[in-house]
């Protein structure tokens, strides 16, 4: 029989991840961005836990944005 287990903490603090935009695309980096968001990077994911996951972005303004002419 397998068991589910859960990590129940009062106060856990958040988890800060921080991203280099330089020389990326857009839709790569929001990508990676919402996995970690979502908490699909960590081992133990479960969709019905709160994820306490932060984003900095740094170089923002040098993503390059490649599309269709």
Request: aromatic share 8%; glycine share 6%.
């Amino acid at each position: 029989m397998n068991k589910t287990v859960f990590s129940i903490k009062k106060e856990k603090n958040y988890t800060w991840f921080l991203f280099d935009a330089e020389s990326k695309t857009l839709g790569r980096l929001s990508t990676q961005i919402s996995r970690v968001l979502l908490g699909k990077n960590d081992v133990q994911y479960n969709s019905s836990q709160n994820i306490h996951h932060g984003v900095i972005v740094i170089n923002a303004d040098k993503i390059t944005v490649t599309g269709k002419k």
